[in-house]
């Protein structure tokens, strides 16, 4: 991709000015795109062309353009068309705020942000999209060797971004790291998490298993949830079905973001965790590890149930009762659902949705937002026991069973005797549950 060009003399010039670090879109009614010289042409979901930064200043062409100012899921868009007038043009747009999270002690993070462009690029992005928490793979040695234990050089008190804050996993092709590995770094009290989600829906094992990327999916997640290797699993938004089969097989795992391909800009799904305090490093991985987070591709979604939120255990007697309640902000929602280990509880349109339930087994509940016919948010879930006992239900057991032995099928012939005998491990799990 090559780079946009610098003015020519007497060329239109903006200047584009919101306040604070935004993502910029400029282009004219047939579809171009402008951006500052130097920039590294990018292109988000829609096809418009961006860029981040504030009080930019870019040329143009001597013709009607539209432009768009954003900033994250948090804030909406402000836009306008204007014709470029004799040299330098001033442009205030300023993104009107929807939400503000971390005023409910809650920050966004994209878990898997590659530093295949420049640091600088990076730096730009997290602060232009308002994104709170950026993940970095280490990528090699040297990155990982120069970062680790320090917050990379653009954090700031509201924005923190790492080196291997969370350690991915990548699929089948990282099956040795399964076994020890994974084991010793659950051991350190590292947070442990698949990189990318799984394909689809999945309403049955059998869909799960037959789409996707064997090599970097998370259909390992059968496995290592059973056993307490992962704290994430990335698939709540693609694969929401699949993530309430495991928790309904009694596996304690946190809702986390993950794509399997980088699309648009960074944040465009984003892992929010309620923290206790300031934002560190830490207590970021610590909320994660705990459950308390929600998924979102947008909208700002909150559940208690009496009280509690996400992560937290209520341990009740039979036929006790629990008032449920979810509330949602932002835009996007059509539909937001309670949901159990049986199913819905109660549904309404957006805003707050309250239910009560009497719990005689034990249970969870989610919450989750729906929109354009897709999962837009989903929560971890509060888990219900009864009697010192979890929710392991026959049904979701058996379905992790059936991924089970279509995992075994997929992996009999790349792994040995210690991998075969780890999937037979989580298999015995499964077993006692059905007890």
């Known amino acids: 991709m090559r780079d946009y060009p610098r003015p020519l003399p007497g060329q239109p010039v903006l200047r584009l000015r919101a306040g604070v670090p935004c993502r910029w879109s400029v282009r004219t009614l047939d579809g171009r795109g402008w951006c500052p010289p130097g920039t590294p042409p990018a292109r988000d979901l829609d096809g418009l062309p961006y860029f ?3 009080d930019l200043v870019l040329p143009v062409p001597r013709e009607p353009v539209q432009v768009r100012a954003a900033r994250g899921v948090e804030h909406g868009c402000a836009e306008t068309t204007l014709l470029p007038g004799e040299g330098e043009t001033l442009v205030e747009l300023a993104p009107p705020r929807l939400y503000d999270a971390a005023a409910r002690g809650w920050y966004g993070a994209d878990l898997h942000v590659p530093l295949n462009r420049p640091p600088r690029w990076v730096a730009s992005a997290q602060h232009g999209e308002d994104l709170h928490v950026v993940n970095v793979p280490p990528g090699d040695g040297d990155t990982l060797a120069r970062w680790s234990g320090r917050d990379l050089p653009w954090s700031d008190g509201a924005h923190l971004a790492r080196v291997d804050l969370v350690h991915q996993v990548l699929g089948l092709d990282s099956w040795p790291l399964s076994t020890v590995a994974l084991s010793e770094l659950h051991r350190r009290g590292t947070l442990v998490c698949y990189a990318n989600s799984c394909c689809g829906p999945a309403e ?7 789409g996707g990327d064997p090599g970097f999916d998370a259909r390992l997640a059968v496995v290592d949830a059973a056993l307490g290797l992962v704290d ?3 698939s709540v938004i693609g694969s929401p079905c699949a993530y309430r089969r495991l928790i309904g097989a009694g596996n304690r795992v946190a809702a986390t973001g993950g794509r399997t391909h980088r699309l648009g800009p960074i944040g465009r ?4 965790a309620r923290v206790e305090g300031r934002l560190t490093a830490g207590a ?13 591709t947008g909208p700002f979604l909150e559940l208690e149930v009496d009280g509690r939120g996400p992560g937290d255990t209520l341990d009740l007697a039979p036929g006790e009762t629990v008032r449920v309640s979810a509330r949602v902000l932002g835009d996007g929602a059509e539909r937001v659902r309670l949901l159990t280990a049986d199913g819905e509880l109660a549904s309404g349109p957006p805003g707050e949705v309250a239910a009560r339930l009497s719990v005689v087994w034990p ?5 989750v937002v729906e929109g354009r016919g897709r999962v837009l948010a989903h929560t971890s879930p509060v888990h219900l026991d009864v009697c010192h ?23 009999r012939d790349r792994v040995d005797e210690d991998g075969l005998e780890v999937l037979e491990e989580a298999r015995r799990v499964y077993q006692s549950r059905l007890r």
């Open 52 to 54: 981040h930064g504030d």
């Open 204 to 210: 049955t094992a059998d869909q799960l298993m037959s």
């Open 232 to 234: 994430g699993f990335p």
């Open 269 to 272: 799904e984003r892992t929010y």
């Open 284 to 296: 970021y991985a610590e909320a994660v590890r705990r459950g308390r987070t929600f998924v979102t």
């Open 363 to 367: 249970t969870y509940v989610v919450a």
């Open 389 to 411: 006992r979890r929710v392991a239900r026959e049904e979701d057991v058996t379905f992790c069973l059936r991924w089970l032995d279509l995992l075994e099928k997929q992996i």
